[in-house]
Each structure stands twice: as structure tokens, then as C-alpha cells.
């Protein structure tokens, strides 16, 4: 064996594994998917980080099968020679490879068929890939160095290891290519965030353009109607299905198109101008304030996403500051959005809601907020009061439902474990298979309990939902008043309540 490796033998199946094709293309897909992982865990969100993970998938699809076949015919040639750190090295990186490209699978098939990841596959995915590198590494190092023998074939090898390693530079520049052009010609959508030509934007001296409502945006100016719209999106996707499906005759959905709401912002129009319905617009509808549709001269003073989708799934998760001064006192972001959001076809679909599975931090980040759990999030817009601007009088508190709970026997002070907040009676747990399913930032729940907070919000009215002939109003409607008699089931309370 020993003058097997000495000689001409060994020498030559060097030579062929450098040109070996087969290995030629493992190592250029090895080193542009490891680089392209790397970026995609390392570098903010950005276009740029999620074009990589989709090339870096299609990639990765395209590599297992090559690697497969020249990994086991690489471990076959040099089974017979002796265990070196080399080989030890090349055992480790093998290894770290193949639970690597496991995991991988696995998150590319929950990417594409199911409604998330599971994390801590992705963990493993992460942490092999920096296990491949530190053995991959120190593997190809020894390699490298190791002095040919010297005569003609030593010059030989050199040649051929300069012609493997420009091959797999070369490869991994090419796939790169498209990553940049995609990056430079394909970003999220624009927005339009800017307020008709004609907008009043100062109604009220020393008062933003959205007074009199205290609602305002993360920049202070307009947000494009499309960034806060689309509910029917979460609710299509397979994801957020049933949340969408309890939303939809909720009074959050139909804030903006409830006939009372209308008729009242239809005479407060026509007494007092236009623009003093920005300051219902802040709770009841603020895609249409947002976007600019609260002014002189317009004759529909809700917007159609506006008046379809009240409170929307993104303009309640997208709120990132409030205050308990109520009348709206909030402010809105604006989410930044996939590169395939917002975009029409079923490619564009597919791709946008596999980019929110398999990448789904900056989803979670910007729509899900501790912050929504507190009473003090529902009071921007559950506590009211009117002032001299909209009453020419001065200031008259109205509708309080913050300040009379926090004067409640629900509120203890003293004892919070034997307080009810508001997300505990109007949006019970119910039994979920919901992405957003477990919660372990709320006091009594657990990451897997397999539940969701109801985003019906009972306890509203029960007759808005059937005058408009909402989607699955009548059952909303008979569960209402199952709350109102007391007959609806809270476990999680029952022990507080008294």
C-alpha cells in the first residue's frame, strides 16, 4: 500500500480528482452556497439577502445530486489509504455536508408546502454549515500544501489544482451574477407615499396633517394605501388562514364600512368640512386618512381598500408606539415588504410566501410586538374624547372603555395575577394550527400550547355583521351573544373571574 501511495498510482488518481468535473462543480456550488448562506445570516434584510436565499435554494437543489454521486466515488478511491488528518478532516467536512443538506431539505419542503419552519432545524442548518467550514477548510489547506513529488508529475498536479481552483472561483462568479442583476433590477415594490397634490396638510395651527385625529406615521407624511391594504393576503397564503377567517365579521374589519360609521362621517362632512373626519379616520379608518383621502373636494371620503378593510391586518400589526391619551394616539409604521409582495401571479405568490417562511425574522420583527398584549395598546382607540377643533366648545371626554377598566375590579393594581386584560375576554384562545400558534411572551402560555388569541374581539355589535352580509357573520354573530349572556367559555379567566 505504502508504494501504491508513493508511486505512480497515487499520483494519478491526484491528477484525475483535480479534474474531475464532477468535483469541480461541488466545489463551486460548495463555496457559492456556503457564501451566500453566510450572507443571508450575517447581512440585514434587504433585496439583496433574499434573492441570495432563493438562488441559494434552487442552487442547493441543483448541488445534492451532483455532490452525492462525486462524494461517494471520492470516499470510494481513497477508503484504502491510510487515516491522516486529511482524511479526518475530509470525514468531519463530509459529515457536517450531509446534515446540512438534510436540513436544508427539510426547511425548503416546509418552505414550499407548509405554513413555517421549524427553528430548530434552521439551527442546525446554520450551525453545520459553520462546521463545514471548519473542516472543509483546514481539509483543503493540507491539500494544497502538500509538495508534490518532484518530478514531472509534481508540475502536473500543480496544474491541475490551479485549474480546479480557477474553475470553482469561475463557477461561483457566475452564480453570481444573476444575484447582483437580480438585486439591481428587481426590489420591492415602491410605494407612493405622498399626499394628493391638493391636500390640506396643516387644518389646524401647530397640528399635524392628519389632526384632528392625535394618529400619525413613522415619517409624519403619507403611506401609500397598498402598504396597510391586503388583508385577503395573509388570509390566502395558508397561513394565517383562520385568523383571517375570525377577522373578517369582526368589528375591526368593518369599522370603516359600518352604515352608522358612514351616515355619521357623511353629516360631520357636510357641517363642519372634510377634513374634520381625519378625526374619526384614525380608528375607524386608517387607510383611507393615511393615504390622503380625508379632503376637500373629494366626494368618497373612504378609500375602497380603506372602506373593505377597517382596521387591516397591517395597520393594527404595524403600529409601533401608542399613548393613553386615546382619540388615536398612536403611530404607524410602514412594514418593508418582500421583493415578491404586492405582485400578481401565481410565481409571484408562491415566491413571496416562501421568502416569509424561510425567512421569516423581519416578518415576525415588524408585525408582532409585546406591545400588543397591553390594555394600553387597545387604549389609542378605546378611549375618546372630542375637543374645540371638530365641537367648537372645547374639550368633552367621550366613550371610555381604558379608564373605566382600569377603575374596574378586573384591574388589581396590587395583585396583577388577578387582573383581566382586554385580550383575555375579547380574544379568547382558541384551539389553532396557525403559524402564530404558542406564545411564550404571554404570562400563561407556552410556545407550543397549539393556540391563537380570536381576532373576532367579541363583545362588539352583533348587528353591523349581518346588515352587511359579512363572511361567516352569522356564526360570529351567535357566538357574541353567547359572550354577552355569559355563556361563552374563557377557561384561562375562570379562576379570576368573580
Known sequence: MAKSQNGTDWQARRVSGWHDLLGRWTSGLSLFL????????????????????????ALGIIFLPVAAVYLTRHIINWLGFPLTHIKFTGYAAGLMLLVCSISGVWLTVEGALGTRITYAV??????????????????????FMRKAALDADGSTVRAARGSWSRFSLGSTTLATIPLILLTLGLTAVPFNNEFPEDYEQSPYEGAGPFSPSLATTHTGGALDARSLGDSASCGTSGCHDQIYAEWQPSAHRYASMDAGFQKIQSVMASQNGPVTTRYCGGCHD?????????????????????????????????????DVQGNANYVMAQPKRYVWELRDGPVAGFLAKFLIRTYPDHHVATLSRRMFKTPEFCAACHKQFIDEEVNDVGWVQLQNQYDNWRASRWHNEEDPERTIECRECHMPLVDSTDPAAGDEADFNRTANDGKHRSHRFLGANQYIPLLHKLEGAEEHVAMIEDWLRGDFEIPEIADRWR
Open 34 to 57: 456556503t457564501l451566500s448562506g453566510l450572507a443571508i445570516f450575517a447581512l440585514p434584510f434587504s433585496a439583496f439577502t433574499q434573492h441570495s436565499l432563493l438562488l441559494h435554494t
Open 122 to 143: 434552521r439551527t442546525v442548518h446554520i450551525v453545520t454549515t459553520f462546521g463545514l467550514v471548519l473542516f472543509l477548510v483546514p481539509h483543503l489547506v493540507a491539500v
Open 286 to 322: 386608517p387607510i383611507s386618512l393615511f393615504s390622503g383621502t380625508k379632503n376637500i373636494g373629494v366626494d368618497n371620503l373612504t378609500s375602497l381598500s380603506g372602506y373593505n378593510e377597517g382596521i387591516s391586518c397591517v395597520s393594527c400589526h404595524a403600529v409601533e408606539a401608542t
